[in-house]
Each structure stands twice: as structure tokens, then as C-alpha cells.
């Protein structure tokens, strides 16, 4: 701090490095440097007060450099060191030893000055080098330092908790808030929620509700709460006693990664692999959604296996908030034990809804997505007509509310339930009749017995060439089709 200047460059141009102060030698080069005309302006005033003659002058050009310079009838009134330099034909022009030495000095003050700071700068980081133990020890001090004394501050400010850390698998929060969120509402109280999950008794979390509702909000402010309990800070509640968890996984949010050729539902399907392959016991899993990017069958299917999956499985059963619109996903509470169901509460309001923000016991069955449309600004038309449509598919019973249980079996399917996984009860819809000539929605899974799957089990594709290979598949593609190409 004493050597080097506050706001120094990032590269070395001369100069810019030291601090005025550090080095008398380079004070007076920054002096020469900066201070030129003034020095020659007084050294003119200074000759001319010795010498008595007023027309003497201090000058420079390319050719001689600084000169004193006196005209021819004030030649004999010159004492001391004056040394001609140049004669012409009105004045004659000298140097004194003092100016000789000065002109050195400006002339070179700049190549002087940026070599002189370099060399401090490399004497300076020598002696830096030589106690570099005791500064990195001091550096680490001050870093955790400051860090402690901000989380202080922010709990001061922000009125959390200490929370109670604790070596088992449970997580209790009493009125958690978002630590974010909380602070950008403006005119508003941010509604604080409860959580409890353990790994005996609720386990899973399935949290149903509106868009909009704060489901979204409520997955990260329990994911934050225990990050922050874990990093040492105190927590936004009024009370939180955490297990420690090895792990947070997310799969929150929709997007692609088209630099990898990915669309959305595939890294959705990515994140949730990652999720199911390395999730333990003590961790906590964040599921925000599973299955948008395919078709309703398909994504109720795989939101349904993956939640069995997370309940059955001994080694992957962490502690999990699973947010979803597939109202069928609440009747696993009936069959599976360590599953409760929760919804954001709303208001309904003639023809609107109020969000409450609350989390509450219970699941929901209605997704309230017209309603939400309509606050979006959809045309009133396209609302209007969303209504009717949604009315004629009700009529029908083509919505998600029929769901029946079935027995559950093996993993391996198996009539004696032989497998390490067991089902539980599976989504069945009732509806209308299949009309003539209709097509079912085509789904992401082939039955075991279909031709095609049939057709690819026999192939050799040891004994097969690339031409054989190529025709055989387009026949495989001819035969999914079906008899009409479609």
C-alpha cells in the first residue's frame, strides 16, 4: 500500500506503479518530468536578477538543446560558468554546468522513470515473495472474516434464525421465506411456508397447483434455506431445524442446448437421469415439473414412474419436493406411504383468482390455466373459446380426474411381484369409446410384443452389409407406418 498506487494499468507503460513518496530519485525524475517550464521559467528569473541583464532568455531547439541566451552588447556584464555554445549575429548563446545537468535530466526523465519504477516494482515483489506465507494466511483471515461479519449483518437486517443442524434425515422449516424474492417485492408481504420432509413418513412432497401460484418459489427458497444452514449462515425463518444433506439436485426451469443439438424435453430427461442415478438417501431432490415437453401420456407416465422410482428405491430415496400440473400424481399418496400431497392455495373470485401463496395440506385438481391465460392477455376470443373446448372435453370425461388403481407388480412384471421395484398404482383414463378409424396418441414406449420390435429382434446385424442394413430399416419404417403411410 505505501509502494504501488491505488489505480495502477494492467500492463506496464512507463510509469503509472509506484507511489509518489516511495523514492526520492524518482520523485525528482516525476518532478523534471512534470515541472519542465516552470523549472526553466525560474532559472530565467534567476539569471537575469545575477546577471542584471533583462533581456537574457532560457531556450531549447532540436539542434543544441537548452541554451542561455544574451545579446552582444550585454556580453561583458556575463560572470561564472558560461560556456559558449553558438555565436550568430546579434547574440551569442551558452550552457552552464546547472542547465548541462538539468537537460540531461528532462531529456531522459521519462525512459528514467518508467525503468526506475520497473526495478522497484521487481525489488517490491521480491520482498512480497519472501513473505507470501504470512500474507496468504493474513488474506484467508480477512476473507473469513468478511464473510462471516456479512452473513451477520445480512441476519441482523433481515431477521433469520439459527438453524438447528442435525445428522439425520429430516428437514423442518417453520415460516421459510426466499431470500431473494423477499427483498424485491415492493408493496407487498412475501407469505412465508412450512416445510416438513423426513425420510420416514414424508418423504415426498407433491405440490400441485396454478401457474403462478408460487410453486417455482417455494422449490428454491427450501433449496436455499438449506444451502445457506449448510454454508454456515442463518436461514429466512422463524425456525428450521436441517439434516445434512451430501447433495442438491435440481431439475427446475425449460430450456435446450441447441449448441449440442438438445431439445428441451431431452435435457429435461437429462437432468432427471442425473437425479435417479445418483441421489441418496441424504440428499435433497427439486423437481420442478417432469414431462412438459412430450405428450400428456407420455409425461404423466414418466412423472408417475419417476416419482414410484424415488419412493421405492432404498438407495435413491431422498427427501423430495415434486411440483407438478399432473393432478393423477396425488392419488399415490392413497397407495404409497411416505408420499403427502400439498397445494398453493388460491382464491376464487367470480371470474378470477387470487393467489394466496400458502402452501396447504391436500392436492389440487384443477390447473386453473384458462384463468391464467387470461391474466397473460390472451384475446378474449381465444379465452372464450379455450372455455368451451375445455367444457366439451369435461362432457366427455377425457380429463385427468379418473384414475383407478391397479395391482401393483414386480419390476420385472411378474404375476408374484418378483423385482426390485415395486408399482404402485397406475393411471388409467375413462373416456368415450375409441371412434372408428381414430388414431390413439402415439406414444414415446412400443409395447414389448410389436412387430416392428419383433422384426428388429431377428435381424443379424453381424452378417448384414451397409446396403442390407439401409433396406432393412426402411422396411422397419414402411411397417411402423402402417398400411396407409400414416
Given at each position: 500500500?505505501?509502494?504501488?498506487?491505488?489505480?495502477?494499468?494492467?500492463?506496464?507503460?512507463?510509469?503509472?506503479?509506484?507511489?509518489?513518496?516511495?523514492?526520492?530519485?524518482?520523485?525528482?525524475?516525476?518532478?523534471?518530468?512534470?515541472?519542465?517550464?516552470?523549472?526553466?521559467?525560474?532559472?530565467?528569473?534567476?539569471?537575469?536578477?545575477?546577471?542584471?541583464?533583462?533581456?537574457?532568455?532560457?531556450?531549447?531547439?532540436?539542434?543544441?538543446?537548452?541554451?542561455i541566451e544574451v545579446t552582444k552588447p550585454n556580453l561583458d556584464r556575463l560572470e561564472g560558468e558560461y560556456i559558449r555554445k553558438q555565436t550568430m549575429?546579434?547574440?551569442?548563446?551558452?550552457?552552464?554546468?546547472?542547465?548541462?545537468?538539468?537537460?540531461?535530466?528532462?531529456?531522459?526523465?521519462?525512459?528514467?522513470?518508467?525503468?526506475?519504477?520497473?526495478?522497484?516494482?521487481?525489488?517490491?515483489?521480491?520482498?512480497?515473495?519472501?513473505?507470501?506465507?504470512?500474507?496468504?494466511g493474513n488474506a484467508r483471515a480477512i476473507a473469513q472474516l468478511d464473510f462471516l461479519t456479512a452473513l451477520a449483518e445480512l441476519a441482523v437486517r433481515n431477521d433469520y434464525v439459527a438453524p438447528e443442524i442435525v445428522d439425520g434425515p429430516v428437514l423442518e422449516i417453520d415460516d421459510g421465506?426466499?431470500?431473494?424474492?423477499?427483498?424485491?417485492?415492493?408493496?407487498?408481504?412475501?407469505?412465508?411456508?412450512?416445510?416438513?420432509?423426513?425420510?420416514?413418513?414424508?418423504?415426498?412432497?407433491?405440490?400441485?397447483?396454478?401457474?403462478?401460484?408460487?410453486?417455482?418459489?417455494?422449490?428454491?427458497?427450501?433449496?436455499?434455506?438449506?444451502?445457506?444452514?449448510?454454508?454456515?449462515?442463518?436461514?429466512?425463518?422463524?425456525?428450521?431445524?436441517?439434516?445434512?444433506?451430501?447433495?442438491?439436485?435440481?431439475?427446475?426451469?425449460?430450456?435446450?442446448?441447441?449448441?449440442?443439438?438438445?431439445?428441451?424435453?431431452?435435457?429435461?430427461?437429462?437432468?432427471?437421469?442425473?437425479?435417479?442415478?445418483?441421489?441418496?438417501?441424504?440428499?435433497?431432490?427439486?423437481?420442478?415439473?417432469?414431462?412438459?415437453?412430450?405428450?400428456?401420456?407420455?409425461?404423466?407416465?414418466?412423472?408417475?414412474?419417476?416419482?414410484?422410482?424415488?419412493?421405492?428405491?432404498?438407495?435413491?430415496?431422498?427427501?423430495?419436493?415434486?411440483?407438478?400440473?399432473?393432478?393423477?400424481?396425488?392419488?399415490?399418496?392413497?397407495?404409497?406411504?411416505?408420499?403427502?400431497?400439498?397445494?398453493?392455495?388460491?382464491?376464487?373470485?367470480?371470474?378470477?383468482?387470487?393467489?394466496?401463496?400458502?402452501?396447504?395440506?391436500?392436492?389440487?385438481?384443477?390447473?386453473?390455466?384458462?384463468?391464467?391465460?387470461?391474466?397473460?392477455?390472451?384475446?378474449?376470443?381465444?379465452?372464450?373459446?379455450?372455455?368451451?373446448?375445455?367444457?366439451?372435453?369435461?362432457?366427455?370425461?377425457?380429463?385427468?380426474?379418473?384414475?383407478?388403481?391397479?395391482?401393483?407388480?414386480?419390476?420385472?412384471?411378474?404375476?408374484?411381484?418378483?423385482?426390485?421395484?415395486?408399482?404402485?398404482?397406475?393411471?388409467?383414463?375413462?373416456?368415450?369409446?375409441?371412434?372408428?378409424?381414430?388414431?390413439?396418441?402415439?406414444?414415446?414406449?412400443?409395447?414389448?410384443?410389436?412387430?416392428?420390435?419383433?422384426?428388429?429382434?431377428?435381424?443379424?446385424?453381424?452378417?448384414?452389409?451397409?446396403?442390407?442394413?439401409?433396406?432393412?430399416?426402411?422396411?422397419?419404417?414402411?411397417?411402423?407406418?402402417?398400411?396407409?403411410?400414416?
Amino acid at each position: 500500500a505505501r509502494a504501488l498506487l491505488d489505480h495502477r494499468p494492467l500492463w506496464r507503460p512507463p510509469g503509472g506503479l509506484i507511489r509518489g513518496g516511495y523514492n526520492e530519485e524518482l520523485d525528482d525524475l516525476r518532478v523534471i518530468s512534470s515541472g519542465g517550464k516552470r523549472w526553466i521559467a525560474e532559472l530565467q528569473q534567476k539569471e537575469r536578477e545575477r546577471t542584471g541583464i533583462q533581456s537574457l532568455k532560457v531556450d531549447y531547439n532540436r539542434v543544441f538543446g537548452y541554451y542561455i541566451e544574451v545579446t552582444k552588447p550585454n556580453l561583458d556584464r556575463l560572470e561564472g560558468e558560461y560556456i559558449r555554445k553558438q555565436t550568430m549575429r546579434n547574440a551569442e548563446r551558452f550552457i552552464t554546468p546547472e542547465l548541462k545537468e538539468y537537460e540531461e535530466k528532462i531529456l531522459g526523465a521519462e525512459e528514467k522513470i518508467g525503468e526506475l519504477e520497473y526495478t522497484l516494482f521487481l525489488e517490491l515483489r521480491e520482498e512480497v515473495a519472501a513473505s507470501l506465507g504470512e500474507i496468504q494466511g493474513n488474506a484467508r483471515a480477512i476473507a473469513q472474516l468478511d464473510f462471516l461479519t456479512a452473513l451477520a449483518e445480512l441476519a441482523v437486517r433481515n431477521d433469520y434464525v439459527a438453524p438447528e443442524i442435525v445428522d439425520g434425515p429430516v428437514l423442518e422449516i417453520d415460516d421459510g421465506r426466499h431470500p431473494v424474492v423477499e427483498q424485491l417485492l415492493q408493496g407487498e408481504a412475501f407469505v412465508p411456508n412450512d416445510t416438513q420432509l423426513d425420510n420416514r413418513t414424508k418423504q415426498i412432497a407433491l405440490i400441485t397447483g396454478p401457474n403462478m401460484a408460487g410453486k417455482s418459489t417455494y422449490l428454491r427458497q427450501v433449496g436455499l434455506i438449506v444451502l445457506m444452514a449448510q454454508i454456515g449462515s442463518f436461514v429466512p425463518a422463524r425456525s428450521a431445524k436441517i439434516g445434512i444433506v451430501d447433495r442438491i439436485f435440481t431439475r427446475v426451469g425449460a430450456s435446450d442446448n441447441l449448441a449440442r443439438g438438445e431439445s428441451t424435453f431431452l435435457v429435461e430427461m437429462n437432468e432427471t437421469a442425473n437425479i435417479l442415478n445418483n441421489a441418496t438417501p441424504q440428499s435433497l431432490v427439486l423437481l420442478d415439473e417432469i414431462g412438459r415437453g412430450t405428450s400428456t401420456f407420455d409425461g404423466l407416465s414418466i412423472a408417475w414412474a419417476v416419482t414410484e422410482y424415488l419412493h421405492n428405491t432404498t438407495e435413491r430415496a431422498a427427501k423430495t419436493l415434486f411440483a407438478t400440473h399432473y393432478h393423477e400424481l396425488i392419488e399415490l399418496a392413497s397407495s404409497l406411504d411416505r408420499i403427502a400431497n400439498y397445494n398453493v392455495a388460491i382464491r376464487e373470485q367470480e371470474d378470477q383468482i387470487v393467489f394466496l401463496r400458502k402452501v396447504m395440506p391436500g392436492g389440487s385438481d384443477r390447473s386453473y390455466g384458462i384463468q391464467v391465460a387470461r391474466m397473460a392477455g390472451l384475446p378474449r376470443s381465444v379465452v372464450e373459446r379455450a372455455r368451451v373446448i375445455l367444457a366439451d372435453l369435461e362432457d366427455e370425461d377425457l380429463s385427468a380426474d379418473g384414475v383407478d388403481g391397479v395391482e401393483g407388480v414386480g419390476a420385472a412384471g411378474g404375476p408374484d411381484g418378483a423385482g426390485d421395484t415395486p408399482r404402485g398404482p397406475s393411471p388409467v383414463r375413462h373416456g368415450r369409446p375409441k371412434a372408428e378409424g381414430a388414431e390413439y396418441q402415439l406414444s414415446l414406449f412400443l409395447p414389448a410384443d410389436h412387430p416392428v420390435v419383433e422384426d428388429i429382434k431377428e435381424l443379424d446385424l453381424d452378417l448384414m452389409t451397409p446396403v442390407e442394413a439401409m433396406n432393412a430399416l426402411y422396411r422397419l419404417q414402411q411397417k411402423a407406418a402402417g398400411p396407409d403411410g400414416d
